[in-house]
């Protein structure tokens, strides 16, 4: 454990010390990762199927914030779906822009939760998202995952009428049209999987937040739980079809999993030195309970390096200091015997 310990602190630290550098770099490879997903889900624009779009684009976002960056991401699903249909650009474009002023304005910091989603779910582990949101967004996270959720199913239903409304009249594409708007707002199974997500969020969280021993991994087993519990629960309610077991069970695992590291990284309590401090001033009466934080202790030696050179320079001044005591000590018996004498 101490040296796992030992190389997350140098990780941290030197991410902490480089920050300027570090952070655009991991901006830069999330952003990277987020354009592939789109075009992954959205491909339908030549213009970003060419890598060196998508690597200028990542750069781009290297250097400004989160919330600019999903705009980003947006502006090229916009596109994408606009090489479709005029009509399902439209409807997308008002989705995005009604998500974006109401609630990415308010919390940029959980801006990066509507790309998580769907980079989650092309590479299936969809069922990991809720808890790693717990871990890193809390209650925020939950409306842009709800967004994240829409985004990918609109994405699925686009490829679905893709071919019919590049053949339909122009009274077919209302129907495709009608049929996007069928399959994403009125979809049973979109709310469902929002229906979810929210429970696990918020439940997993307030357990997290407890202020109770070992919360973080109670609150951590807790969403991995409810996760397995409420899929089948809300599917029966909701009257839709449940999503297949095994990948439920990969993915609440893979979630807890992935939660722990990130635990792990942002701090592990030692509960064995937990102490609670009471006090109180002229209005009120505190009870504080402090629990430290597992840290290796960096012990700063300083190692002086002594030469021959060194030692005898140390020897002859030593010498030297002695002739000098011996001669004041001989000056001043002199003196007494000629007063004496």
């Known amino acids: 454990m101490s040296e796992l310990l030992t190389i997350r602190d140098k990780v941290r630290d030197f991410l902490r010390k480089f920050d300027e550098i570090t952070t655009p770099i991991f901006r830069f490879v999330l952003s990277l990762i987020m354009f592939n997903t789109i075009n992954s889900l959205f491909?339908?624009?030549?213009?970003f199927e060419k890598k060196m779009v998508v690597f200028l684009l990542a750069v781009i976002c290297a250097l400004v914030t989160n919330a600019v960056v999903v705009f980003l991401g947006g502006v090229v699903i916009l596109v994408n779906v606009l090489s479709v249909s005029t009509e399902v650009a439209l409807a997308f474009g008002v989705l995005f822009i009604v998500m974006y002023c109401v609630y990415m304005r308010m919390f940029p910091d959980c801006s990066w939760v509507l790309a998580l989603v769907p980079i989650l779910?092309?590479?299936n582990l969809q069922?990991?998202?809720?808890?790693i949101i717990i871990m890193l967004a809390g209650f925020s996270g939950i409306i842009p995952a709800a967004f994240g959720v829409v985004i990918y199913y609109f994405a699925k239903s686009t490829k679905e009428i893709n071919s019919l409304i590049k053949t339909a009249a122009s009274e077919d594409e209302i129907k495709a049209f009608k049929y996007l708007v069928d399959n994403v707002i009125k979809n049973k199974e979109v709310l469902y999987v929002i229906v979810v997500f929210a429970l696990v969020i918020t439940i997993g969280y307030v357990v997290y937040r407890l202020p109770v021993d070992f919360a973080f991994y109670i609150?951590?087993?807790?969403?991995g739980v409810l996760n397995i519990i409420c899929f089948p629960v809300v599917s029966s309610v909701l009257k839709v079809e449940s999503v297949p077991f095994g990948e439920l069970i990969f993915g609440s695992l893979m979630g807890i999993l992935i939660a722990a590291i990130i635990q792990f990284c942002k701090g592990i309590l030692d509960y064995s030195h937990?102490?609670?401090v009471q006090f109180e001033d002229d209005e009120y009466y505190y009870y504080?309970?402090?629990?430290?934080k597992f840290n290796v202790a960096t012990e700063n030696k300083k190692v002086k390096k002594v030469t021959e050179a060194s030692e005898t320079e140390t020897v002859k001044k030593k010498v030297k200091e002695n002739a000098a005591n011996n001669g004041k000590t001989n000056n001043k018996e002199n003196k007494e015997r000629n007063i004496n004498r």
């Open 274 to 276: 937990k102490e609670v």
């Open 43 to 47: 491909g339908y624009s030549d213009l």
């Open 121 to 123: 779910y092309t590479m």
């Open 219 to 223: 609150g951590i087993v807790t969403g």
């Open 288 to 292: 504080v309970k402090a629990i430290p």
């Open 127 to 131: 069922y990991a998202a809720p808890l």
